[in-house]
């Protein structure tokens, strides 16, 4: 039987919030989206990979871009790249993105901002952000390249559909950028709430290892619980209950970056694992 592994750290947000989001980027951090349910409200912390020691913790953009972030005054985590983490606010009365302040951690501040741009991809030579706009009464976006680190105007692209759709197919994706591994989901069925399934799985498969999250339906018929296992040459090595009674599933909720596996518990509690 191998060795049971155990987990490196745990983190859990202040105030009770909910841990919507998490990403990965350098030297060795990754950022957490911290979400007040009862107010919409996110701060932001970083956490050190090897030890998740607070490197900064519950940064508001509200400290820091009074009054353009719009009206809501929600904000959420865009991307993340180099040394940078990039929040986004939104537009007013709509659920689109507006807005871009790139965030360094450890001076605890934003190094750039763009509240007029909407960020669009990372491209391997900066990021891809546009301005909304009209003209005779109609809607318009001009395109731009930005530096990640100063967000200073590479190049203007402008309303160049053509250009601006060549240079989408070359956008590197968040999973490349962060080195991470995703869950596939198998046998999903029906997921809405009320409904619940007999059981469905999600799993990430990288060399020796396996990790699966296996939801089924609670006693009470109306909600879900979710077991996630990690297996290294077949035999289980870890298991853990990654949630239980809740009102959907909690699907998305872990990842594999090399040999660590990061999951969320209870919606609220981030778990580092080494599996090797």
Not at 11 to 39: H, K
Not at 80 to 107: M, T
Not at 200 to 218: C, D, K, N, P
Request: aromatic residues 10%; glycine residues 10%; contains cysteine.
């Amino acid at each position: 039987m191998p060795e049971q592994c155990v987990p490196l750290w745990r983190y859990l947000p202040s105030g009770n919030a909910r841990l919507w989001r998490i990403m990965f980027f350098e030297p060795d951090l990754l950022v957490c989206e911290n979400r007040l349910q009862e107010t919409g409200r996110t701060c932001f912390t970083s956490l050190s990979l090897r030890s998740g020691k607070e490197i900064l913790k519950d940064f508001s953009l509200d400290d820091h871009a009074h009054g353009i972030v719009g009206e809501s005054g929600m904000t959420g985590l865009e991307t993340a790249r180099g040394n940078l983490f990039y929040i986004h606010g939104y537009q007013d009365h709509s659920p689109e993105h507006r807005g871009i302040w790139a965030v360094d951690p450890h001076k605890a501040e934003v190094v750039w901002a763009r509240p007029e741009a909407a960020f669009v991809a990372n491209l391997k030579e900066g990021m891809l952000v546009y301005t909304a706009g009209s003209f005779a009464g109609f809607p318009e976006r001009s395109y731009f390249l930005l530096d990640v680190k100063s967000g200073e105007v590479l190049d203007t692209i402008g309303d160049d559909a053509a250009k601006v759709n060549d240079l989408r197919l070359g956008a590197l994706r968040d999973e490349k950028l962060q080195k991470v591994e995703l869950p596939a989901v198998q046998n999903s069925g029906s997921m809405g709430a009320g409904s619940p399934v007999e059981g469905f799985r999600e799993s990430i498969e990288q060399g020796s290892l396996l990790v699966t999250v296996t939801h089924s339906a609670a006693k009470d018929g109306k909600t879900f619980n979710a077991t996630i296992e990690a297996y290294r040459d077949n035999r289980k090595v870890y298991e853990d209950t990654l949630a239980s009674g809740t009102r959907v599933p909690s699907v998305n909720y872990f990842l594999l970056r090399g040999v660590i596996l990061y999951y969320i518990r209870g919606m609220n509690e981030l778990i580092s694992v080494r599996l090797q």
